[in-house]
């Protein structure tokens, strides 16, 4: 089945610094990949969706100068959280996929952030 | 984005079948019924998505109601791998998923 491999799968960095998150899909061209958020219990919370070479569509309450997402290419988006804060701890999670009826969206393992 | 409805929590054992329920009833005529599921500190896994027929495949089966105002996924035989959250979703023609709680399947040895 296609493969989402996300790196890192766990980061620990201290306040104020921005950390790097990508998602690449390895055995299919994703025009759209997808970033989500899961805080503990919860459920996946959609940030925003990205396609290949145009801006990323932001979901209500996303601020987009703190979560910035790169989709350069149809195998890779990046999410880059800057200035992270305590509060912005939580696993976040990419999908990928193509605009099409037949095909399921496909999940990275995703990555753990902890700020100190 | 059209609402699902499931239970929190279902209880199953090892090697029987399970049916997980899910309702729809505010679903739109292009929406596909998709299913999830996702293991403790991992990204969800594809499980079967469907329109209007019944599909089949590896995992599992999906029987879509004939109004289509609910529909039931179907796993024949419940193996311990099996426990997990299992959300039923709606994909819209903008091919966002959301996510709602989902259900909590426990497997019992």
């Known amino acids: 089945g296609a493969v989402v491999s996300q790196h890192p799968s766990w980061v620990i960095c201290k306040s104020g610094t921005s950390v790097k998150i990508e998602c690449r899909s390895l055995?299919?061209?994703?025009?759209?990949m997808f970033w989500y958020r899961q805080f503990p219990k919860q459920s996946l919370m959609l940030m925003a969706t990205?396609?290949?070479?145009?801006?990323?569509?932001?979901e209500q309450g996303v601020e987009k100068d703190k979560f910035l997402i790169n989709h350069a290419s149809l195998t890779l988006s990046t999410l880059t959280v800057t200035s992270a804060h305590p509060e912005d701890s939580s696993f976040y999670i990419c999908?990928?996929?193509?605009?099409?009826?037949?095909?399921?969206?496909?999940f990275g393992d995703g990555t753990r952030l902890s700020i100190l | 984005d059209a609402k699902t409805t499931q239970p929190n929590s279902m209880e199953s054992n090892e090697e029987e079948p399970v049916h997980l329920p899910c309702n729809h009833s505010t679903i739109s005529g292009t929406d596909y019924i998709h299913w999830y599921r996702q293991l403790p500190s991992q990204g969800p896994e594809y499980v079967i998505h469907?329109?209007?027929s019944n599909v089949n495949n590896r995992m599992a089966s999906l029987a879509i109601a004939e109004d289509r105002k609910s529909s039931t996924l179907i796993l024949h035989r419940a193996t311990l791998r099996d426990a997990a959250v299992y959300y039923c979703?709606?994909?819209?023609?903008?091919?966002?998923?959301?996510f709602g709680k989902g259900t909590l399947l426990t497997v019992n040895p």
């Open positions: 469907g329109l209007t």
């Open positions: 999908s990928a996929g193509d605009r099409s009826d037949y095909q399921p969206q496909h």
């Open positions: 055995d299919f061209q994703a025009t759209t």
């Open positions: 979703i709606l994909r819209g023609s903008n091919y966002k998923l959301t």
């Open positions: 990205s396609n290949e070479g145009s801006k990323a569509t932001y």
